[in-house]
């Protein structure tokens, strides 16, 4: 059996400390004998970190071909996962949104955060298979929808699910609307439906957000909105998060603002006066108040109350200077679709035709200043513990030349001296900031795991996992495993212990389901990180990385991971030349291109 790096690595440290210590014991005659032997141990030494660099490899850039050559359809479709890699699906979903002149990386440099990019002139069944009709009339029909959880109506900025009173009702005892009514919404009363969560009942939904989330790290939702002739539509709003639209029927109206102060990328939905806006959709709540909410916290109706309420025109406080003219006005047809940046106004209205509507958002609560409000009260909390001088007195008489009434003081030295050292005390809570950064991007891994949505498989990928294999499963130090997809899992250390989350378990629908994480001993990490690596490619249990170098400690980790449900166990290796079983997803050089079928769909 071939020995990995770190165990060769490892066992060779071993005989080199023995060889030393044996040396050490032997008599040595003379002063300089023993010399000889602390030089030996020194060089060892120096050749072993050589050794250790020649064992590193070098980093090269994660390279991969966008697949220009596939519909939406293909891209999506699991029979074709292992003909395609988990990246190059991400990114080529990701093109497939972009004008075919417009490669991913311009997109991110000109218009991604920045301005507004549409999409039109294309084919108007390009996005058939996404969500038609037919989709939309099968949830509306045959779910059960609760008003102000799972649909809404909008007349403008009017909310169907907090000004009737019939909705209210049903919203505060969590009861669905009866399909009739739901349906009858926009077809005779006129309102825009909106439908909360579609993923959560349409699986093509399902696998592109997926897959997006892979391409963007962050969490990405979905909305669908049903317009009917000539409706008032949605009123002017602005998001804190990154949006495409995509028209899958019909034809909508959109209008575009700038934001009339200039502000860019903000933190908070905004509704003109000053006040936050509360971001619309399940994402917000769950970083409000955790995974795990309480219920004196806030109740299913005051939740609904909040997340659908009635907002305000965030224009409608500088009408009167001008600063509400429109910066374009787009009629998106079907197949167009079109990116709003986070910080851009925008609003819907119907026209002559009915529209169909999907929202795809993205970046919620991923910037770097989560990181970073992570990181400073920590930071803070580790200089003043760190730094006398932190907790010394104020000096006396300080309130004389401090504070607004002292600011203009900047000839006093007791003032410069005291602001020198809150300075350098700060300087102090940056260098402590720096050392948690990594700590606290695996905390906000961490965050993500507990959103993202769980992972479509394939048959053969199920036959190789827990759900094939069974929790009987006989896994020995010949059995290879490797990950279903990169990044489904992630470790962090907790309160000493090495703590693992994922998202296979997750619910469609965002902290749906709770998450249960995983924990294990310090020494089991390197084998945890050496499993959660192994993608494309399987590596055998018995050559994991572990410190007490026992067999069956290596099969215990990787026993309890392969119960998780995202390693495949003796799966079948991929194939250079695509189509390689289980999965495999790992093939860049494959040019086959899956076609799909156009089915038409009945008018709903």
Known sequence: MQESRATKRRRKNKEKKSQTSDAGAAPQGAGAAQGDGVMDTKEEREQEEAEEEEDEEPYVPYTFKIRRDMNISGLLNLKEVSEIKSRCRAASLLSYLLPVDMDRDAFYSTHWEKTPLLVNNVPSTRFDDLFPRSSYKHIVTTQGLVPGEDMNGWRENIAYASTDERAIELAEDGAPLPPPACQKLATEAGWTVELSCPAVHDDMLWRLLSSLEHEFSSVVQCKAFDFPKHAAGLGRRMDNFDTFFICTEGSVMLTLHQHPEGEQLPRTAWDGKGMQRCCRGMAWYGMMVGPSPSSALLTPSLLSRILFATTTDPLSDYSDAGLDKPHRHVE????????????????????????????????????????????????????IQNNVRARKALPTGYSYFMGIAGSESTNDPERKRLLDTIQNQFAAVVKEAKQMVDPAADQHVKNFMTQRLPVPLTDDEEECSIEGRGENAKVTVITKMRMVRPGLAHAVVEDGNVVLYHCMENSRRTYGEPIHPIEFELDDGPAIECLLAAYPHAISVGDLPHPSEEMEDKCDVARALFKEGFLLLDAPEPSRGGGGGGGGNDDDDDDDASAASDDSDDPF
């Open 332 to 383: 998106l047809k079907r197949g167009e679709s079109v990116y709003v940046p986070k910080g851009w106004i925008y609003s819907f209205a119907g026209l002559d035709e009915r529209g169909l509507l999907v929202q795809i958002s993205t970046n919620i609560f991923n910037a770097v200043a989560d990181i970073m409000q992570l990181i400073l009260p920590q930071a803070l909390e580790a200089a």
